[in-house]
T-cell receptor, first 110, second 110 residues
Framework: KQEVTQIPAALSVPEGENLVLNCSFT??????LQWFRQDPGKGLTSLLL?????REQTSGRLNASLDKSSGRSTLYIAASQPGDSATYLC?????????FGKGTRLHILP | DTAVSQTPKYLVTQMGNDKSIKCEQN?????MYWYKQDSKKFLKIMFS???????INETVPNRFSPKSPDKAHLNLHINSLELGDSAVYFC?????????FGQGTRLTVV
């Protein structure tokens, strides 16, 4: 049974710092891993998708990596901004099931 | 055009009532899902359907009955609503690639 864990559960960092969010999953038989952002009271915004055959994906200040063999993914945010404050969720997709971690609540201090 | 749309966005109802939430995707995906996000913000899968057929039922009470009239629609009907059903319900679709989520339906049972 797939379990997805995100560490840390919450994180506060000063504006401008680089930071890393961690995600681990127990079943490596995944099609892809996806990172989402959720603002309070809002839906899910897809940030990055890494296919199982890929090692990383980049979009602007965001970089996500995937190591299937060790069951880990990281989301790197460069030069953080107050607008990055949100909950970040990783999800392991096996098509019939997308399993989410409990998220990391990120607060960027101005 | 909205890829995955849910209606209604908000639903307030009394205990014991029956209600439905509708979901439609215009992406041509074969797989659709329903998720429940509880007060602790954890996203938990409820059902997944592939090409109108039920694939996953994650021990959801049988008061919840999904219906897929065609590949593009997956509706959720809830009988005899209870206080504990209050949550945000998300519909999603995917096809071995990026998953797309609706904006959520906030259900409040009073």
């Amino acid at each position: 049974k797939q379990e997805v864990t995100q560490i840390p559960a919450a994180l506060s960092v000063p504006e401008g710092e680089n930071l890393v969010l961690n995600c681990s999953f127990t079943d490596s038989a995944i099609y892809n891993l996806q990172w989402f952002r959720q603002d309070p009271g809002k839906g899910l915004t897809s940030l990055l998708l890494i296919q199982s055959s890929q090692r990383e994906q980049t979009s602007g200040r965001l970089n996500a990596s995937l190591d299937k063999s060790s069951g880990r993914s990281t989301l790197y945010i460069a030069a953080s901004q107050p607008g990055d404050s949100a909950t970040y969720l990783c999800a392991a997709n096996r098509d019939d099931k997308i399993i989410f971690g409990k998220g990391t609540r990120l607060h960027i201090l101005p | 055009d909205t890829a995955v749309s849910q209606t209604p966005k908000y639903l307030v109802t009394q205990m014991g009532n029956d209600k439905s939430i509708k979901c439609e995707q215009n992406l041509g995906h074969d797989t659709m899902y329903w998720y429940k996000q509880d007060s602790k913000k954890f996203l938990k899968i409820m059902f997944s359907y592939n090409n109108k057929e039920l694939i996953i039922n994650e021990t959801v009470p049988n008061r919840f009955s999904p219906k897929s009239p065609d590949k593009a629609h997956l509706n959720l009907h809830i009988n005899s609503l209870e206080l504990g059903d209050s949550a945000v319900y998300f519909c999603a679709s995917s096809q071995k690639a990026e998953a797309f989520f609706g904006q959520g339906t906030r259900l409040t049972v009073v």
